[in-house]
């Protein structure tokens, strides 16, 4: 009996790793025919995809499909002379336990380059991306996590120096068929510890301790080809940017706000909004000290700002909520001008 037992539980374990192998396999091969057919499609669309032979792995607890040497080109004429990325490596899987999630990470220095400009070599402790898989539907919501992102100065040797994030946590969810007023793209953007780049004073210092965004760009986004035909379809259609919720701690500063962006008949930006400011007297001094703004302008801010302040209940620095206007490249508040924008400047179409 106890023989006759053993060989029972015998088989039925051979018969469980029999099984989860074939799964392995499975989820294996769906990994690679998906990454062939991201290849054909994106160099269809003119994309140039050049990597070494993808190494399959990951066995027992997951699919894992190790892509060397990638490079990535194209995108024009939608992004001006396209872009380049490159990173050594790239690794897509999938979890047994969780199939219907595909995870990008990758790893190493990787660089970035828009058009002609310099390279943008940057690395990251983790960085990845979880894309949600439906049977038949193209994925339209990511999720991007980053734990001590580092972007280097084009100029500089050392890829580790420039802008730096302690943390990063994006979602973005696309929606191609919405009509008119409603959100074609969601998105939230969470950052802590934001080390700006060394070389230039920070009129209100070099790190922004945290930063949150809450936002909507309303559709429809226009498919013509051309960075510039796409963005004049989408004003003439009526496209906004709404921020619907921002904060920012910089400093002496503390920034909530919310706001309605557009464009004008010159392609750029205009908009309202309303912004709640705490330490906004340091701010404004420490801007004029480093020329940010002209010591007039930040007198008769400081001036307004203070008659309209009011101190929390719960006892915090005085905090004010005041209006902001975008009109001609000028941000004003309460049509007192504080900083003048520089022109977008677009391709030719």
């Given at each position: ?5 053993l ?33 054909a ?46 990173t ?65 100065m ?18 973005g ?7 008119a ?30 930063l ?138």
């Amino acid at each position: 009996m106890g023989r006759k037992l053993l060989l029972g539980l015998l088989a039925l374990t051979i018969l469980v790793i029999a099984g989860h192998t074939l799964l392995w396999r499975w989820t294996e091969r769906r990994l690679e025919e998906g990454y062939t057919s991201w290849v054909a499609a994106r160099r269809m669309q003119g994309w140039s995809i050049d990597a070494a032979t993808p190494v399959p792995g990951g066995w027992p607890l997951e699919a894992r499909l190790t892509v060397p040497k990638m490079v990535v080109k194209g995108g024009a004429p939608d992004i001006p002379d396209g872009l380049t990325w490159s990173t050594d490596r790239v690794d897509l899987s999938i979890s047994l336990l969780h199939p219907r999630q595909l995870t990008i990470s990758s790893d190493g220095l990787q660089r970035l380059r828009f058009s002609d400009f310099p390279d943008i070599p940057y690395t990251a402790d983790r960085l990845h991306a979880d894309i949600p898989l439906d049977p038949g539907v193209p994925p339209h919501t990511a999720d991007i996590s980053a734990v001590n992102l580092r972007a280097g100065m084009p100029a500089g040797p050392d890829s580790s120096s420039g802008l730096g994030v302690g943390e990063l946590r994006i979602h973005g969810e696309i929606k191609p068929a919405a009509p008119a007023g409603e959100a074609a793209l969601e998105f939230t953007l969470k950052a802590t510890t934001i080390t700006l780049p060394p070389g230039r004073t920070w009129p209100l210092g070099p790190t922004i301790a945290g930063l949150t965004v809450d936002g909507a760009l309303n559709g429809p986004v226009p498919k013509s080809r051309g960075l510039t035909t796409r963005a004049t379809g989408w004003r003439d259609g009526g496209g906004t940017l709404e921020i619907q919720g921002m904060h920012m701690d910089w400093g002496p500063m503390g920034l909530s706000a919310t706001a309605t962006i557009a464009l004008d008949d010159q392609l750029q930006p205009m908009g309202t909004g309303t912004a709640k400011l705490s330490g906004y007297a340091e701010s404004l001094d420490a801007l004029a000290a480093n020329n940010a703004v002209t010591k007039r302008a930040a007198l008769a801010a400081k001036a307004v700002l203070s008659l309209l302040a009011h101190a929390p209940d719960d006892g915090g620095p005085p905090e004010v909520e005041v209006p902001l206007t975008l009109q001609d490249r000028t941000l004003s508040v309460r049509q007192i001008p504080l900083s003048r924008l520089p022109m977008l400047d677009w391709p030719a179409p």
